[in-house]
């Protein structure tokens, strides 16, 4: 998950209830039985818990490269093994039934070695299951990425923007389909009720916008996400019920061994 400094455990939290709906999906994708289990990208370890509970007999690890996330696991799951680690260093010393990925490979490029790299990672008879977002191209991060190019913004950001990766499942399917007995692909959109538009940005605040508010000074950053705010006011209406609906794709693989 964790891609930087500067994760808010408590403001990622806040949304736990959406990100978790797709962790859940995830864990019930999950066809085997699994003994050990690694959740990478752990974050404060909401994810590891729907593992947890799913397969209580197991061994999980939870694995993150973001010190806050990982404090705020060990609070809440002080029994568990936590790992500070980012996903490309990550080395284990012995596979796991089950290397879990949720909403955390989007953060990792090359996927076209990082896949086959994790799925290595997998005793034989377990899967690799992952859950991306496939939101690039939704509205709001069209709006971040206009406004990141525009003519009052462009000078402001003095380095490339860390950009999210993620590929249609045929990419994934002709990457893993050699390497693996069986793959699983889906894909399905949330449509998420949400309080108001100022909801909307909080949540991308607190994960997908981070990577444009790092790279500004603090009062650059309160102006952009302002200005974003306004845009995703007009472009998210309001529904007869005052709430604001916010799509949201996501991929799902599983890759069995």
């Not at 403001?11 to 699994?34: E, M």
């Not at 029994?79 to 260093?89: A, K, L, R, Y």
């Not at 990672?121 to 977002?133: C, E, T, Y």
Request: glycine share 6%; hydrophobic share 40%.
């Amino acid at each position: 998950m964790s891609v930087g400094a500067g994760w808010d455990p408590k403001l990622y939290l806040k949304y736990a209830q959406q990100r978790g709906s797709a962790a859940l999906d995830l864990v019930n994708c999950i066809s085997i039985q699994p003994r050990t289990a690694v959740d990478l990208g752990c974050g404060p370890g909401n994810s590891t818990a729907l593992v947890h509970a799913r397969w209580p007999e197991a061994k999980i690890v939870g694995v993150d490269n973001d010190a806050a996330m990982l404090e705020r696991a060990r609070k809440d799951h002080p029994g568990w093994d936590w790992v500070n680690s980012g996903i490309d260093d990550w080395q284990p010393h012995e596979a796991f039934d089950l290397v879990f990925a949720n909403a955390a490979l989007h953060w990792v490029p090359d996927h076209a070695r990082i896949f086959p790299r994790l799925l290595g990672f997998v005793s034989a008879g377990g899967a690799l299951a992952v859950q991306m977002p496939q939101n690039q191209h939704s509205r709001v991060h069209i709006i971040l990425r206009e406004l990141a190019s525009s003519a009052g913004w462009k000078s402001r950001f003095t380095g490339p923007i860390h950009q999210l990766t993620s590929h249609p499942p045929e990419y994934y399917y002709e990457l893993l389909s050699p390497l693996a007995a069986r793959l699983d692909i889906r894909e399905t959109t949330y449509h998420h009720e949400m309080e108001s538009a100022q909801s909307i940005i909080e949540w991308f605040r607190s994960a997908g916008m981070r990577v444009y508010l790092k790279a500004l000074s603090a009062e650059d950053a309160k102006a952009f996400e302002a200005e974003a705010l306004r845009e995703v006011e007009q472009r998210f209406p309001k529904q007869t019920s005052g709430k604001v609906l916010l799509p949201y794709p996501r991929i799902f693989i599983v890759a069995y061994k």
